[in-house]
Every structure is written in structure tokens, then in C-alpha cells.
């Protein structure tokens, strides 16, 4: 189990224009050749947008991008048509397949918070897909098979117990809260990177928690 601390996250975004980012993997010119992905997954940024703030039309291709919305309201159009408010407890799905370009904007009256996670896909090519699972209930399985990967969301009281996956790569993002795993304090940002665990490693809540947990069957 390699443990990643919130402390150790890259710092990016744009102070002036609102955009407050922190970076789990090398991205953009923060580039560590150590740390260019884990499993499918290439990236988990942690982005909080003030009202009025976003990210204007960009392109995406060949990337499966999941966004947890913690808290606030995230407006998504893209060039294929969709246009959506993703509200905080709803987890949204582009897959970018040949290309696609969207914006993602806080257009609320409340500050924005929400976890975007990109992964590899098997095959690159395809058509752009677009979809929201909304208010995705607890330890409900979110499957991306398009990178051989599931996604659950844990809310845990504290004292609670979790068991985790055993497969070839589990990735634990603990987005509120703190938790115990494998001896470990894991607090709100930080993240464990666990590879062919051996036997279900299970994670305990030291007070209210919320976890991001993917499992990947290869990188």
C-alpha cells in the first residue's frame, strides 16, 4: 500500500480567476515521470470553482472522465449536445472516445467542490458518451468497463467498517473525514494506492467519512 498524502498534491488552476486545483498524478507541467498513473487511472484532481468560475471549451479524446460533485452545482455542456447541472451526490460520466470538447462552470450562487477522475481506456476511438448517475446511493457499484474499472462511493459513520476489493489495483481517495486502513490515518484528500491485495483490506472510519474506491482489474 502506497500512501499519498493531500499535503504532497501538485497545486495548479488559476487563483485570480477562482479555480483552486490539486493534482494527484503528474499533469501538465507538473510532470514526474514517477507518477504518471496507477492502474487505468491517470488522474484525480481535486477542483473547487467560486461562483461565476470554470473551465472554458477544451477538447478530451481517448479518456474516460468521471466527477464526483461534493458540494455545489456543476453546469457541463459539450459539442455533442448534452447540457447538464450536476448537483452535489450525483456522479457524472463523459467518455471522450475520438474527441469531444465541453466547458465545466460553476454557475451557482455557492462555491463548487468535485473530484474528477480520468481513465485509460482498453481501446482508444469510439463515440462520445454522456451520462449522469444521480444521487448514486451508497456502495452502489459504478462500472466504467470501457478501462476495466468500478467505482463505489462509501459514507461511513464513525466506527464503521468497510471491506475494500482485492483486485489488481484498488485506489482509495478519502474525499471528507478520516479513516484507518492497514494502520494507516488517512484524512480528506489523502489517498492509498493498494496493489494485489491478498485478502480484503477494510477500512474503519475515525469520524464521518466518505471514501472514492475504484477497483481496476489491470493498469
Not at 477522475?117 to 452502489?140: F, I, S
Not at 463505489?152 to 459513520?157: E, K
Not at 467498517?161 to 478519502?174: K, Q
Amino acid at each position: 500500500m502506497d500512501v499519498r498524502r493531500a499535503a504532497d498534491r501538485y497545486r495548479g488552476g488559476d487563483e485570480e480567476a477562482g479555480i483552486d486545483t490539486r493534482h494527484a498524478f503528474s499533469f501538465g507541467p507538473h510532470y514526474d515521470p514517477d507518477n504518471l498513473r496507477f492502474g487505468a487511472l491517470i488522474a484525480c484532481n481535486e477542483e473547487r470553482l467560486a461562483p461565476g468560475a470554470g473551465f472554458g471549451e477544451h477538447p478530451h479524446s481517448h479518456t474516460e472522465i468521471v466527477t464526483w460533485v461534493v458540494e455545489g452545482e456543476l453546469t457541463h455542456r459539450d459539442s455533442a449536445g448534452h447540457e447538464r447541472v450536476v448537483r452535489a451526490g450525483d456522479l457524472q460520466h463523459l467518455s471522450a472516445a475520438a474527441g469531444v470538447r465541453h466547458v465545466e462552470r460553476n454557475d451557482g450562487r455557492g462555491p463548487l467542490t468535485f473530484v474528477q477522475l480520468w481513465l485509460d481506456p482498453r481501446e482508444p476511438g469510439g463515440t462520445p458518451a454522456y451520462r449522469v448517475a444521480p444521487a448514486l446511493a451508497d456502495g452502489t457499484p459504478y462500472a466504467v468497463p470501457a478501462a476495466g474499472a468500478v467505482l463505489r462511493v462509501h459514507r461511513l459513520t464513525a466506527g464503521e467498517r468497510t471491506e475494500l476489493p482485492t483486485a489488481a489495483y484498488v485506489y482509495v481517495h478519502v474525499v471528507r473525514g478520516e479513516v484507518r486502513l492497514d494502520g494507516e490515518l488517512l484524512a480528506a484528500g489523502d489517498a492509498a494506492r493498494i496493489t494485489q491485495p491478498t485478502a480484503a483490506p477494510v477500512a474503519v472510519a475515525a469520524a464521518g467519512a466518505e471514501l472514492l474506491v475504484w477497483e481496476m482489474t489491470a493498469g
